[in-house]
């Protein structure tokens, strides 16, 4: 941590608000356990605060509802493909892996990056380097490796770095 985190009650508001409202589910709605659920939704995140990692933040809301539509349109279309594939004869597919080259390197975007992936049926997210500069990738049919990588990046890391700015 590069900067002491000035004081607040509540560091992480909706983590607070999450943990007392789970609390209460878990525990009957009775005074001692609302109060012991709001100590605990105060203490916890003080003592987890000052080890997470600065959160990285959507540039752009309206972008982000953009990724969004395009990954669910994505899914409708790979899952009928996938579905065509797969009740045609089992000879005519072509599994491969391939190596995804990453131009983005920050926790958030490369987790909704491979997620994206392997949500979108035909592919799956197998391994991100060590060096986080390549994702490993399954895909149930693959005719032109080039294309499907510059068709990953476009799709899906191009935009996720607009949205983060990185």
């Known amino acids: 941590m590069d900067k002491v985190r000035n004081f607040s009650w509540f560091p992480m508001p909706y983590h607070s608000i999450l943990l007392w ?83 983005i390197n920050a926790p958030v975007p490369l987790t909704i990056f491979a997620s994206s992936v392997s949500l979108t049926p035909g592919t799956v997210s197998v391994e991100l380097s060590d060096d986080k500069k390549w ?15 510059n068709l990953i990046k476009h799709r899906y890391e191009a935009p996720l770095k607009e949205i983060f700015g990185c």
């Open 135 to 149: 994702l490993y990738v399954h895909v149930l049919h693959l005719e032109d490796e080039q294309e499907l990588i």
């Open 21 to 103: 409202l789970v609390w209460q589910i878990l525990h009957d709605f009775s005074n001692g356990h609302m109060v012991l659920g709001a100590v605990f939704a105060i203490v916890i995140p003080w003592i987890v605060a000052p080890l997470s990692e600065k959160r990285l933040v959507a540039k752009s809301h309206i972008k982000v509802l953009m990724y969004t539509f395009r990954l669910l349109v994505d899914i409708v279309v790979s899952n009928y493909d996938v579905a065509k594939r797969v009740l045609q004869s089992n000879r005519s597919l072509k599994p491969a892996f391939i190596a995804v080259p990453l131009d």
